[in-house]
């Protein structure tokens, strides 16, 4: 089963995400408000792939990527954006995020957007 690490500041989008990911067979090992929880998460529980909110107070999404990449290179991030940050996430791509979804999503993409990432890691 994929271990899945959401980090987003809004505690409904963290919940909206874990329902969708448990309901279609991930596994959600933990939830992080902040880049800095999510880098402790991280080291903690070792997830699979990590949902990365880009705005966040703080630490945000691009500087808790770099962060996490330097921990692992090979760490898979989905980043979480809103509309109209489209410069934001082409530097997320840069930075090594796997793949990204723009708010408001919808459960297809959301978990369109996993099951990539998960299928490259099997191949």
């Keep these: 089963m ?5 980090v987003d500041d809004a505690m409904f989008m963290r919940k909206t995400i874990k329902r969708i990911l448990e309901g279609n067979g991930y596994d959600v090992v933990a939830e992080a408000e902040n880049g800095y929880q999510a880098i402790s998460l991280f080291e903690q529980h070792r997830p699979d792939i990590i949902s990365l909110d880009i ?3 703080e630490l945000d999404g691009l500087e808790t990527l770099q962060k996490l990449r330097q921990i692992n290179p090979k760490v898979k991030v989905v980043m979480v954006t809103a509309v109209g940050q489209e ?3 082409r530097e ?3 930075l ?3 793949s990204f979804l723009v708010k408001p999503f919808n459960e297809v ?3 369109n ?3 990539s990432i ?3 890691e099997e191949d």
Excluded at 2 to 6: A, D, E, S
């Design 2 to 6: 994929t271990r899945v690490l959401i």
């Design 55 to 57: 705005t966040m107070p």
């Design 87 to 89: 410069k934001l996430v």
């Design 92 to 94: 997320a791509i840069k």
């Design 96 to 98: 090594g995020a796997a």
């Design 109 to 111: 993409q959301l978990i």
């Design 113 to 115: 957007a996993f099951h």
């Design 118 to 120: 998960s299928k490259r």
